[in-house]
């Protein structure tokens, strides 16, 4: 997943090596188990200024939205989610990136604030033999 922040020039993403699954029943969803995944932040169009972290908690490392909640709730690398109130992530301020570090090694934003994205690509990586 790659997003671009509106009014920034931060890019953020995440990589899942699971395939998403959009069959999940119950309230929220389900948290799946990963030591493989990552999330990441380009700012300032330097690769100095970037930053790369690794998930730390594995058993909380990509959360699957419920289907009953899947028109609100997007993809969730733990301390980065997706989350519109409208269908549609560019059109509030609902997204959210955690300053603490919970699931993941570092923070890779410096604000707690919630922000809008500008735009988002979802990308399926296939390992070719």
């Not at 030591?35 to 699957?64: E, H, M, W």
């Not at 509030?92 to 300053?99: F, G, H, L, Q």
């Not at 919970?102 to 070719?128: A, D, G, M, Q």
Request: proline fraction near 3%; hydrophobic fraction near 30%; charge should be positive.
């Amino acid at each position: 997943m790659i997003v671009k922040v509106k009014g920034t020039d931060e890019i953020l993403g995440g990589y899942n090596p699971l395939a998403w699954d959009n069959n999940v029943n119950g309230t929220w969803g389900e948290w799946m188990e990963t030591k493989d995944s990552f999330i990441f932040s380009l700012k300032n169009g330097t690769v100095q200024n970037s930053i790369f972290s690794r998930v730390k908690r594995p058993d909380r490392a990509i959360g699957y939205q419920s289907k009953s909640f899947q028109h609100m709730g997007g993809p969730c690398f733990g301390d980065l989610y997706l989350y519109s109130e409208k269908s549609n992530f560019t059109l509030d301020d609902c997204n959210y990136c955690d300053i603490i570090g919970t699931y993941y090694e570092k923070p890779i934003r410096t604000s707690s604030k919630k922000f809008s994205i500008v735009n988002y690509e979802l990308f399926k990586v296939i390992k070719k033999n």
